[in-house]
């Protein structure tokens, strides 16, 4: 999982887009969040574009990294930080990594 880890921190401290493979299908992301949560390594996005189960993107995703596969980060940069309901990342039991 290290690897991973980097990976997506390097991401999220550089604003790069991710795409990735998660239950059945490709999502392009903004990567947003990084940290563990309820004892599980999780990456909070807004998605773009791609699969989605529920066919609401674009819009927000909390990914379980023990589920996702074919990560690939992109030369492709966003701007930075998606406005939410709340200033910090609360409810996580860890926060490894936040856009800014």
């Given amino acids: 999982m290290a690897p991973i880890i980097q990976a997506l921190k390097h991401a999220i401290d550089n604003r790069h887009l991710l795409q990735l493979k998660y239950h059945g299908g490709f999502?392009?992301?903004?990567?947003?969040?990084?940290?563990?949560?309820?004892g599980r390594h999780q990456l909070l996005s807004y998605?773009?574009?791609?699969?989605?189960e529920s066919g609401d993107v674009p819009g927000w995703r909390r990914f379980d990294l023990s589920d996702a596969s074919d990560l690939t980060v992109l030369p492709v940069t966003f701007d930075g930080p998606?406005?939410?309901?709340?200033?910090?990342?609360?409810?996580?039991?860890?926060?490894?990594?936040?856009?800014?």
């Fill in 27 to 38: 999502r392009l992301v903004e990567p947003q969040v990084l940290g563990v949560f309820d």
């Fill in 47 to 52: 998605q773009l574009a791609g699969f989605s």
């Fill in 82 to 100: 998606r406005p939410t309901r709340f200033d910090e990342p609360v409810g996580w039991d860890e926060v490894l990594a936040v856009v800014h």
